[in-house]
Each structure stands twice: as C-alpha cells, then as structure tokens.
C-alpha cells in the first residue's frame, strides 16, 4: 500500500527546505547506529523516501545532538538510550542540502518498547550489517561501513 505521504512530499520538500534554508543558515541533523547483541542494527523505512535508512532527524532549537538522537530513536522506533550515545561521524550533507550537516551516533545501551509504526514510518527491522536489504540507501550502507566495519569517515553523505 503506497502512503498518501509518497505522493505529497515531492512537491512539500521544496517549500520545506525553503522554509528552512530562510530561517537557518545552517542544519543540523543526526543519525543512530543502534547494535543489538547479535550484531544486527535497526533501519528505518520512511512513508515518504524510497528505502532503508538510519533512524534520525532534524536537530531543535534548543536540543543538543545526543538530545536529539535519543529523542528520534525514541520517536521513530520506540527504542530507548541507556547511557550516552557515541559520536562516531559528522558530515556534510551540501549535494542534498546546501548547509546540512549530519551527525552520526552508535548506540549499544538500549531497552526496546513497544511501537507501531507512525506517519513518517512505515516500518522498522533489525538486520545483520552484512545482509542488509537489497533497497539500503547508498549513505545508510556508508555509515554502516564506517561505524561498524572500519572504512575510513568519509566528511560528505
């Protein structure tokens, strides 16, 4: 069943962005690598992008990053930071967004709830690194690399 978000957000992401890029001059954004003791590490499928993608989000005013990535954990898959993340990452995100940054955290201290998905989630999944779903984004496969099977940080998305 394809969301009815699938076919708005084309055409609202230009007018977000625009939104954003006229109030901010920079944004800020981050990501979390969550571990389960297997090994396995939890994705994301949005209603509105095509794909796998790390759980995570916008920054807010306010809110520092591991704020943020313990709140969009929280939000997107009902899992619950134990601890403090661990920045692993930061890159710049300017071939999609001109003054975009993201932030990418490993999380392995954790408690799961229970969650359904929402609006903006249509599904979550544990998965082992190395048998990811065919339909992984390319930046989502990228941090993975990086964060659990020591390829060098790239500073871009």
């Known amino acids: ?18 939104w954003s890029r006229m109030t901010r001059g920079m944004t800020l954004g981050v990501r979390g690598v969550a571990v389960d003791a297997t090994g396995r590490v939890l994705l994301v499928r949005h209603t509105y992008l095509h794909g796998w993608w790390l759980p995570g989000g916008g ?3 306010g809110e520092s990053c591991e704020q943020a990535v313990v709140r969009e954990m929280r939000e997107e898959t ?18 999609f967004f001109p003054g975009d940054h993201v932030l990418v955290y490993r999380i392995e201290v954790f408690s799961l709830t229970d969650h359904a998905p929402n ?5 979550t999944g544990w998965f082992d690194p190395l048998a990811l779903p065919e339909d992984t984004h390319r930046a989502t496969r990228a941090r993975l ?3 659990l099977g020591g390829l060098e940080v790239s500073p871009v998305w």
């Open 78 to 95: 009902g899992l619950i930071v134990e601890g403090l993340p661990r920045l692993v990452s930061v890159h710049s995100n300017d071939r």
């Open 145 to 147: 690399s990086e964060a």
């Open 1 to 18: 069943m394809i969301n009815w978000r699938t076919h708005v957000e084309p055409f609202t992401r230009p007018l977000f962005f625009a």
């Open 59 to 61: 920054v807010d005013r």
């Open 119 to 123: 609006g903006e989630i249509a599904e």
